[in-house]
T-cell receptor, first 113, second 116 residues
Framework: EAGVTQSPTHLIKTRGQQVTLRCSPISGHTSVYWYQQALGLGLQFLLW???????NRGNFPPRFSGRQFPNYSSELNVNALELEDSALYLCASSWYGVPTEAFFGQGTRLTVV | AQKITQTQPGMFVQEKEAVTLDCTYD???????LFWYKQPSSGEMIFLIY??????QNATEGRYSLNFQKARKSANLVISASQLGDSAMYFC?????????????FGQGTTLQVKP
């Protein structure tokens, strides 16, 4: 069974640009979570999607947004990139709202220059 | 506000020995869950073990056990018989509140290096 897959694995963007990160959950999982892991720091909760709806949001500015598609895959969009957005972005999936059993992907490493 | 504290930035252990990674937490909720994740250099977060706040026995999963001391608000991870493949970053995390927020709060992590 395929795990959580994220694309791309690495990305370099210029300050002010926009970026879209993608996540495919484990088959059967309806919840998708996004986390940001800046260098040397722990994970910070970004967003939780389930059944196509945003269910919860972390303490991030509105330029961080996303969506979930009918097949439960998800996109994370970041507008007006800033240097401090450089981080590893991790996606996880689980059955509805059960982060206890969340399985993570390998992440997308975003570098903003 | 809920908070997870991991006070050991880095730890060394000899192969085949046991090691304890510390985690303390702060919450006013009665119902909560505590987790440990392993993050190898590849970046993926690997779920290791879970302890619910009402679980009376310490959780165990193979070589991993969670030393849960509720009164002291600590949830230390014990890895027995360390292996070279255990070298990684380890994160303690907490499910926020009794309700369903979908959010986990993570500590800053501990880097474990296993020496041959």
């Amino acid at each position: 069974e395929a795990g959580v897959t994220q694309s791309p694995t690495h990305l370099i963007k210029t300050r002010g640009q926009q970026v879209t990160l993608r996540c495919s959950p484990i088959s059967g999982h309806t919840s998708v979570y996004w986390y940001q892991q800046a260098l040397g720091l722990g994970l910070q909760f970004l967003l939780w999607y389930d059944e196509g709806e945003e269910r919860n949001r972390g303490n991030f500015p509105p330029r961080f947004s996303g969506r979930q598609f009918p097949n439960y895959s998800s996109e994370l969009n970041v507008n007006a990139l800033e240097l401090e957005d450089s981080a590893l972005y991790l996606c996880a999936s689980s059955w509805y709202g059960v982060p206890t059993e969340a399985f993570f992907g390998q992440g997308t490493r975003l570098t903003v220059v | 506000a809920q908070k997870i504290t991991q006070t050991q930035p880095g730890m060394f252990v000899q192969e085949k020995e046991a090691v304890t990674l510390d985690c303390t937490y702060d919450t006013s909720d009665q119902s909560y869950g505590l987790f440990w994740y392993k993050q190898p250099s590849s970046g993926e977060m690997i779920f290791l073990i879970y302890q619910g706040s009402y679980d009376e026995q310490n959780a165990t999963e193979g070589r991993y056990s969670l030393n849960f001391q509720k009164a002291r608000k600590s949830a230390n991870l014990v890895i027995s018989a360390s292996q070279l493949g255990d070298s990684a970053m380890y994160f303690c995390a907490m499910r926020e509140g009794a309700g369903n927020t979908g959010k986990l709060i993570f500590g800053q992590g501990t880097t474990l290096q296993v020496k041959p």
